[in-house]
DNA sequence: TCAAGATGATCAG
DNA sequence: TGATCCTCTTGAT
């Protein structure tokens, strides 16, 4: 599940598994064969994510960039070391785990300086503490695309992807539909203390639960029910089910190539 | 057993 | 806007 907070639990496991320890590095999949030399038997200093993008620092000022993408994966396992099983790009190999990288977008070594860049391009992260959100507001309120595609751009919002876009959208009461340049300040504030909140609880949680009651007072007493993806949302993949809140079917729309839900009666267009 | 779709982003045209 | 990367789960057959 790469949204952000599955990138910030990835990274604070990885550094628990290799933080300040030797690691060997090697492709099984051969891809990743030459870079993987540069990292082999050297130091990991630290593991951090930055929205969705994941950066592992080596004691010889490498440093490994890895974006998973919709559908790539870091698994982290104990040893014993187990034969690779398909396409493993990366496998890092500490004295006490392993890990096994497949399916990434991006896996690349890169400087200090290329670092700075990506973390330039990126809007603010609700995970990360140094987060500035004035950033993401300027250029959601400069924008008249839609609130529901610039929440998806992570140069307003690094860390936010399909199912918190759904989410904070149904928790704020918007319409996805509406213009960014037309969100007050006020509105922004809301939107952006909620997804703190939900990823921090994401974080927590290893799963994206919306549905709580100590945030929304109309489904308290209801009994939870967890969805196939595994916690409890509003909109998210509800497509033709009742809404939570007020029982009017979910809506659907592909939204710049991506399913977008919400509920017309709870999130009127203003 | 197999095909389709998915929590993402980039590039070409 | 569609193709690409190429894993994993779900649902249909």
Redesign the pocket.
Known sequence: ???GH?LFRLAADLQSAFGDRQVSATSPQG?FSESAALIDGRLVESAESA??HLFLRFDNEQILHV?L?????F?IASAPVSPPV??VRLRLVGPSSYADL??A?TCELISAAELEEILARLGPDPLRSDADPERGFARLHKSGKSVGALL?D?RVLAGV???FRAESLFRARLHPLTPGNRISRRRWNALWTDLVALMAYGVETGRIDTVRSEHEPEVMGREPRVD???GEVYVY?RAGLACHVCGTRVKTQVL????LYWCSTCQRRR
């Open positions: 599940m790469p949204e599955t891809r929205g969705k974006h993408g919709l559908i790539g994966g698994r398909g396409q497949r399916g977008t998806m992570q992807g399909n199912i196939k993806h595994g993949r710049e190539g991506r399913n």
